[in-house]
């Protein structure tokens, strides 16, 4: 009797290490969308990690341009291991809103032990599988809608050859910009897919707790930055 209850907690050891190393071994991927068309824009966010048994998305139908203000309708929805839960609601960026976040910037980085080193080993790990970025652009001018484009084309050659210094490129970016000489127009479209594996989030989790400094309150200071 004891030898078989050995083997039943062996057995049931090594399949718990399986299932770890199954799960360390998965990818975290988060799928980028961002669509504008004349003063209409959308805009989608999902992660997916566990082999597909967590899923997050924000989905954003509509932004507006209210002064200096903008107005979000956003659509959450998260699934954990078939577990489905989803809300709406009612969001804004104003000044207020960006020095708020600014303000939380700036206390992560005091709570936080040399927090750009950690940033910067995070990004190294990210694989970069997809960026594509179309764009038809016109101004209404022949002359002008030219050198529109050459600027467009400029910025996204600018953008992707900065990104590229801080992640891994795994895919042949696709860039295009389409002049358009007949009418004002303008409309954007950008897929990105970044990939990271759930053993390198998880071991920079645990580096990030490391770096808090001691009696600065730094895992409270994270949770009410990442999740308020």
């Given amino acids: 009797m004891p030898g078989n209850l050995y083997g039943l907690m062996t057995a049931a050891g090594l399949f718990f290490l399986f299932l770890l190393l199954l799960a360390l071994a998965s990818p975290v991927r988060v799928y980028g969308k961002l669509t504008r068309k004349g003063e209409l824009d959308h805009i989608d966010v999902r992660i997916v990690g566990l082999y597909g048994l967590l899923h997050y998305k924000v989905k954003i139908p509509q932004m507006k341009l209210q002064g200096a ?52 080993q995070l990004l190294k790990k990210v694989q970069l599988t997809e960026w594509k970025w179309s764009t038809t652009v016109g101004v209404g001018d022949a002359m002008w809608t030219a050198m529109t484009t050459g600027a467009v084309w400029s910025i996204k050659t600018t953008m992707l050859g900065v990104i590229s210094q801080f992640v891994l490129l795994k895919a042949d970016p696709v860039l295009q910009v389409q002049p358009v000489y007949q009418g004002t127009y303008f409309q954007t479209e950008w897929h990105c897919t970044a990939k990271l594996s759930m053993f390198h989030a998880v071991r920079s989790w645990l580096a990030l707790l490391l770096r808090l400094k001691k009696g600065s309150h730094g895992i409270h200071v994270w949770h009410h930055i990442l999740f308020k």
């Fill in 69 to 120: 203000m903008i107005r979000l309708h956003e659509q959450i929805s998260t699934n954990r291991a078939g577990v489905q839960h989803s809300k709406e609601q009612q969001g804004k960026i104003d000044a207020e809103n960006v020095q708020r976040f600014i303000e939380k910037l700036k206390h992560a980085v005091e709570v936080t032990d040399n927090l750009r080193g950690w940033v910067k």
